[in-house]
């Protein structure tokens, strides 16, 4: 991957932006953007702020990250955020003209930060994305435009409980879409078992794992208050009043729901690839198949991971530098490594190949992977953060019993326009 840059964009305006997101103070700012204060040329420090709180310093993240630095000729200076606060920091930094020289940012943001003329696009900087698969860059592409160089994706699936499952008297090869799946469901309670678990919690993570069934019913986020909508919350409304799902999921993160599943009681759990470490080390036989769509086949989930981006900076002789960090993080030769490092799956077919020969459990995943969907696709871009507000808010407001499904997806329909 080849890398020039074009003169830099000046940034527009981004204080409607900032208040969207989050009340930002001056007591967030940060001092390790790369302002002036660094050589503008080779050597030197260069920034970068990253959504990995959970590497530290020894961490081979860590480690990925400073081999970059030195084969650049750079020292890199690092600063990792929980990914909410590396949003806004990011928008005031470039109010202050203090962008850090290469972010690495959460894909549903990307749109938001273009938009307020915080990033260069790849037109600017001429990097080759040729070979990365379409769906994955889309999640970073608005008035067609590209922003930044997916690191790799991950996405959700269903992992079950072999043991449940054979207990039952459940085959999963039957498991191909929603009645069938409940159908097991039922046999699963049946049995003394518990059913299936999931994120349902009004934030962005209970949207991210709501979307494949919101999807798989043939919904759009343009049209909530669609019939296929209704379907799809009504399914996980049923599901609750049956007791094949717990009350818990209105509340559960991830990584609650996760828990409930690893304690060996359930039958399924939609989860996603960053768990496939835990879910070895679970102490019970387990398997994974791809979220069904409500009439069959695979139901496209939500691309997550992140993009690696290069914000405006006032100094233009940085560009050259941050290109090859940005050329090093995720070239073909050491994509492999990175995604590795992060639990994702790779953004380009070759490598794809490379993780499945050294791990055939990543190959459901790249599958999944594969036939995933960008959540600010469809041209959604910055529209995208408010339909999901609404989203999970109706479906909070069906799970908890306050509102039917069709009464709750009016009222959020209403309000995105």
């Not at 160089?149 to 959700?156: D, F, K, R, S, Y």
């Not at 097991?184 to 078992?193: D, Y």
């Not at 919690?201 to 669609?226: C, D, R, V």
Request: net charge neutral; with cysteine.
């Amino acid at each position: 991957m080849t890398i020039a840059f074009h003169p830099r964009r000046r940034p527009r305006a981004l204080g409607a932006v900032a208040v969207a997101l989050a009340v930002v103070t001056a007591a967030t700012a940060c001092s390790s953007g790369s302002g002036g204060s660094d050589s503008a040329g080779q050597g030197g420090s260069f920034t970068v702020w990253d959504p990995y709180p959970q590497f530290d310093g020894s961490s081979q993240w860590a480690k990925l990250l400073e081999s970059c630095g030195s084969q650049s000729g750079v020292t890199i200076k690092r600063t990792a955020f929980d990914t909410s606060d590396l949003t806004n920091k990011t928008l005031l930094a470039a109010q202050q003209g203090s962008a850090p020289d290469v972010l690495i940012v959460d894909n549903p943001v990307v749109s938001t930060l273009a938009e307020a003329g915080v990033l260069t696009s790849t037109e600017d900087t001429k990097a080759d994305t040729s070979q990365i698969a379409p769906n994955l860059l889309a999640a970073g592409q608005g008035e067609g435009k590209t922003f930044g160089v997916p690191i790799g994706a991950n996405t959700l699936a269903l992992y079950y409980n072999k043991d449940v499952l054979k207990a039952a008297g459940v085959d999963v090869a039957s498991v191909t879409d929603w009645p069938s799946l409940t159908a097991a469901l039922a046999k699963v309670i049946a049995s003394g078992k518990k059913g299936i678990t999931f994120s349902g919690i009004g934030t962005e993570e209970g949207t991210f794992q709501f979307l494949p069934w919101f999807w798989g019913s043939g919904a759009k986020l343009t049209e909530l208050n669609s019939q296929n909508a209704v379907d799809a919350v009504a399914l996980w409304k049923d599901w609750l009043g049956k007791g094949y799902a717990p009350n818990s999921v209105i509340n559960n993160t991830q990584t609650t729901s996760w828990q409930e599943f690893a304690s060996g009681d359930y039958a399924f759990a939609e989860n996603g690839t960053w768990q496939l470490a835990g879910a070895k080390k679970a102490g019970f036989d387990f398997g994974i198949i791809p979220v069904p769509a409500k009439a069959g086949g695979v139901a496209p989930a939500p691309t997550g991971g992140e993009f690696v981006t290069v914000p405006v900076q006032k100094q233009s002789a940085r560009y050259p530098t941050s290109a090859k960090l940005v050329d090093c993080l995720t070239n073909a030769d050491s994509s492999l490594a990175t995604d590795t490092t992060l639990s994702y799956i790779a953004p380009t077919t070759a490598v794809q190949a490379k993780q499945v020969a050294a791990n055939p459990d990543l190959d459901v995943w790249v599958k999944a992977v594969n036939g995933a969907k960008g959540r600010t696709s469809d041209n959604l871009g910055t529209k995208y953060p408010g339909i999901s507000e609404q989203l999970r808010t109706a479906v909070q407001s069906v799970l908890s019993g306050a509102q039917s499904p069709q009464a709750a997806l009016s009222a959020a329909q209403n309000k995105i326009k």
